[in-house]
């Protein structure tokens, strides 16, 4: 089994950045695409980005492009989120997910138990 644990939420101003992290075992990291997934109260689970597992392919949502940033660091079996130019609509508890065989929308094979974001107005 694939364990997924995220770090690195908190409070923020609006206006600031965050960084999240994302690190993984029980296989080869490498091997899959990682993503993030936040999901508010009240609503559905939402997808925010996404990289391939050569790392040379992501994808973002409309609502976090130009602000948001996807990477990965095979040697630490860690992905990263980088969080920028933060805002209200940014909060909610944010999930890092693995897939062996997609790496966008659809992906969650495993997921995390997730970390919250919290960003002040």
């Known amino acids: 089994q694939v364990q997924l644990v995220e770090s690195g939420g908190g409070s923020v101003q609006a206006g600031g950045s965050l960084r999240l992290s994302c690190v993984a075992s029980?296989?080869?990291?490498?091997?899959?695409?990682m993503g993030w997934f936040r999901q508010s109260p009240g609503k559905e689970r939402e997808f925010v980005a996404s990289?391939?597992?050569?790392?040379?392919?992501?994808r973002l949502a409309d609502s976090v492009k130009g602000r948001f940033t996807i990477s990965r660091d095979d040697a630490k079996n860690t992905v990263y989120l980088d969080m920028y130019d933060l805002n209200a609509e940014d909060t909610a508890v944010y999930y890092c997910?693995?897939?062996?065989?997609?790496?966008?929308?659809?992906?969650?094979?495993?997921w995390g138990q997730g970390t919250q974001v919290t960003v002040s107005s």
């Open positions: 990289i391939s597992w050569t790392g040379g392919n992501n």
């Open positions: 997910t693995a897939d062996p065989y997609t790496w966008g929308p659809e992906m969650g094979a495993y």
């Open positions: 029980g296989r080869a990291f490498s091997s899959f695409s």
